[in-house]
């Protein structure tokens, strides 16, 4: 039986903000197009029904006026929002992707999309059998960026101290840093928060909104391995309680995400402590590990969370009309845990 057309809702770019997002003009809810599931063409490529898109903090660089100084080009006004995500094979004239086929890669926030690029996507058994969602969280980018990020630059030894900021990339990094014997400080912005880093393992938790975090390092330091979040006063902080040859893993700077004319960013001011404490502070982007670990990733991570032995938290969006709010949450840490964006139910 042939099916008549149904919505194919978007979330799409509308607005460049300044500062923090605005859940009800950076991006809008569009639901005014259709698509003939049975009879659209495919012109050679695939249609899928989008199940789950991640929502991270660094959607966020992507809304801005295009800068050559930037790696990734901005999002474009007027198009729906893109990001890693998995959605379900419907119809393929493509022999690479079959019907039923779950594929992980970059995907628009859209309930439908024809795609033609197989090489973009990853198709996810899920040997593991565990929820779609983890694998736009903790099996995925965030996850990745704590497990490449952690074996290529960390050089943990057992006995070492690290200090990480914890939301979905630092918690992770917390259970690699416990399974190696470091002793972990670590710090989230609310008590519940503080309560799930503890319960994963974190020797020292506190909440950076009430305890200072300058205070809890000099008690708890020094520190042999600083996992950058924040940037700001926080990388001043670290600096000040680093050990010599501290290694500095510059993954984000949360802090300064949402600076504006009135509200600039912060200069650190301890830099020179780089040379006299001889610190090694290195950038990355989990991309560039690709190639070296993702085998691995998948290999090993996706049955330690079936087992158990990898926790997370999610912070579901259920539908696109709550994208705006979403990626004004993870801003400001109003998110408690991971956030995805459910599109669409699995079948
Ligand atoms: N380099 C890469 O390839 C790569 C890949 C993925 C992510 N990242 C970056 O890694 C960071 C973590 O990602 P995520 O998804 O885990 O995000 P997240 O949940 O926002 O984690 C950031 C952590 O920093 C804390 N934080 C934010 N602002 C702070 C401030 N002003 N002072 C002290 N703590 C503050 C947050 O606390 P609360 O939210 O609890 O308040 C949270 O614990 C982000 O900066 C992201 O852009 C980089």
Known sequence: MHMAPVRNARSVFNEVPIGLPDPGRTVKYDDSQTIDLDDVDLGGGFLVKVLYVSMDPYLRNRMREPSPKNLRPPFIIGDPLVNFGIGVVLRSENPEMKVDDHIYGFLPFQEYAILKETKAFRV?????????????????????????????????????????????????????????????????????????????????????????????LDKEGPINIYWDHVGGETLDAALDAAAHFARFVECGMMSQNNATPENPPYIPKNLQLVIGKTLTIRGFVVTVFEDQYKEDFYAEIPSRVAKGELKYVEDVTVGLEGVGQALLNVQTGANRGKSVIRVSQSQ
């Not at 990339?169 to 609310?190: D, N, P, T, Y």
Request: charged content about 20%; glycine content about 10%.
């Open 124 to 216: 996810i058994s899920n040997e593991a059998n565990i929820p779609w969602s983890a694998y736009v969280g903790v099996c995925s980018m965030p996850g990745q960026t704590a497990y490449y990020g952690w074996r290529a630059l960390a050089e943990a030894k057992k006995g070492e101290t690290l200090f990480v900021s914890a939301g979905p990339v630092g918690s992770f990094v917390i259970q690699l840093a416990k399974h190696e014997g470091l002793k972990v400080i670590a710090s989230a912005g609310s008590d519940e928060k503080v309560q799930f880093i503890k319960s994963i393992g974190a020797d020292v938790a506190f909440n950076y909104k009430k305890e200072l975090t300058t205070e809890i």
